[in-house]
C-alpha cells in the first residue's frame, strides 16, 4: 500500500515521515488554506535533503508559473491539481515532475470514467476525494465498478479506523491512500503517533 501523507508544514515532520517509509508526503500551496506552507519551510532544506519519499505540492487552479516556479524552488517530485486545471496545463506539466490530479466526488457523480477521460493522456495518477459538501467519505463502490485505467489514490476523511476498509477495498489501480485531518493534531501538524499506527497497519 502506497501512503501519502498531506497538509506538512515541519521539516522534522517530514524527517519522521521518511523514517516510516511513507512514499508521497505533500505540502500545501494554496494561500487560503489552513495547511499553507507559506514561510515555515524552507526552500533550500526542503530541495537540499535527500528524502526516499517524492515531494508533492497541492495546488488549486493555480498560475503556471507559481507551479513552476514551486517545483524549482522546493524540488518537488509530484504536482498536485486540486482545482479545475486544463489537461493543457497537465500536459505541460507532465513533461517536469509527475502529475496527481483530483477529483471530488459527491451523490451527483455517476459516471467516473467519463470523469477522468479528458485526462487519461496528460497526467500520472488520479486522487478521488470527497467534496467539501459531502460529510463523511463518498461511497468507494462507484469506484469499484469504473474501469479507470490509472494509478488512483483514495482520500477523503481517512484515518486508523479505516484500515480494515482499505485492505477489503478491491480495483486493479487501486495505487495508494491520501491521509491528512484525521491524523493531525492541528491543521499541519500530524499527530505521529496516529501516522506510526496507520503505516504499521499495512505491514
Known sequence: MNIKVCGITELKQMQQLDALNVEFVGMDFQSDSPR???????KNDIKKADF???KVGIFFNP???EVLDAIDD???DVVQLNGH??????EDLSSEVEVI??????????DIDALVAPYDAVCD?????TSEDNAGQFDWNILAKAKI???????GGIGVDDIAKIKAFKHPDFYGVNVNSKLEKEPGVKDMALVLKFTHGFK
Open 52 to 54: 526516499d519519499f517524492k
Open 36 to 42: 499553507f506552507i507559506g514561510e515555515k519551510l524552507a
Open 149 to 155: 485505467e490509472k494509478p488512483f489514490f483514495l482520500s
Open 74 to 76: 522546493y524540488g518537488l
Open 63 to 65: 498560475e503556471m508559473i
Open 101 to 110: 490530479k483530483a477529483f471530488n466526488i459527491d451523490k451527483n457523480t455517476k
Open 125 to 129: 495518477y488520479y486522487l478521488f476525494d
Open 85 to 90: 486545471e486544463t489537461t493543457e496545463m497537465c
